[in-house]
Antibody, heavy 121, light 107 residues
Framework: EVQLVESGGVVVQPGGSLRLSCAAS????????MHWVRQAPGKGLEWVSL????????YYADSVKGRFTISRDNSKNSLYLQMNSLRTEDTALYYC??????????????WGQGTLVTVSS | DIQMTQSPSSLSASVGDTVTITCRAS??????LAWYQQKPGKVPKLLIY???TLQSGVPSRFSGSGSGTDFTLTISSLQPEDVATYYC?????????FGGGTKVEIK
């Protein structure tokens, strides 16, 4: 059974930093592109970032480019999101998500339960 | 970047009705489009990928069509358990933009 378990969400002040983690199990982690997707309270889904299976290709939404860094450790079956220069508009539930197929160009078939990041003074 | 526009933003229909949701891409994306269902308080669920391929386990009353810039999600015979917000997402390239969502309620 595929499981994605996020952690690291807390309340942080504007301008602060945070690192989210996602522990993956139930599939061959290093075969799949992984994503972070966020959802602000009462709002829609916003794709944040992706990283390919090997970790050498990464992409970001314009809203986080230059502030967030996605990474992975395939030896630990773990995905990370380093978040710097946080803004109030980064407040959201952050989901770790798995691509459906080993091809990079595929939909998302599994989502974690999310970890809540609140940016507030 | 390619924008994804969904319409309507919300709708109310009766049980048994056919419901159609539209997603439009600002540039062609071939068939690299997925539809997700998010029930209140729950995690999104993949319904359809490659514009028209039903994900395993999804009821056959859900169907998708389209290619290029215009796509539709159809729910034939709406059921009470279909109350949810539906999102489209492009995945031909980054950013993997989602549409704004369509909230479906029962009349």
């Amino acid at each position: 059974e595929v499981q994605l378990v996020e952690s690291g969400g807390v309340v942080v002040q504007p301008g602060g930093s945070l690192r989210l983690s996602c522990a993956a199990s139930g599939f061959t982690f290093d075969d799949y592109t992984m994503h972070w997707v966020r959802q602000a309270p009462g709002k829609g889904l916003e794709w944040v970032s992706l990283i390919n299976w090997g970790g050498d290709n990464t992409y970001y939404a314009d809203s986080v480019k230059g502030r967030f860094t996605i990474s992975r450790d395939n030896s630990k079956n773990s995905l990370y999101l380093q978040m710097n220069s946080l803004r109030t508009e980064d407040t959201a539930l952050y989901y770790c998500a798995k691509s459906a197929y080993t091809s990079g160009w595929s939909a998302i078939d599994y989502w974690g339960q999310g970890t809540l990041v609140t940016v507030s003074s | 970047d390619i924008q994804m526009t969904q319409s309507p933003s919300s709708l109310s229909a009766s049980v048994g009705d056919t419901v159609t949701i539209t997603c439009r891409a600002s540039q062609g994306i071939s068939n690299f489009l997925a539809w997700y269902q998010q029930k209140p308080g729950k995690v999104p669920k993949l319904l359809i990928y490659a514009a028209s391929t039903l994900q395993s386990g999804v009821p056959s009353r859900f169907s998708g069509s389209g290619s290029g810039t215009d796509f539709t999600l159809t729910i034939s015979s709406l059921q009470p358990e279909d109350v949810a917000t539906y999102y489209c997402q492009k995945y031909n390239s980054a950013p993997r933009t989602f549409g704004g969502g369509t909230k479906v309620e029962i009349k």
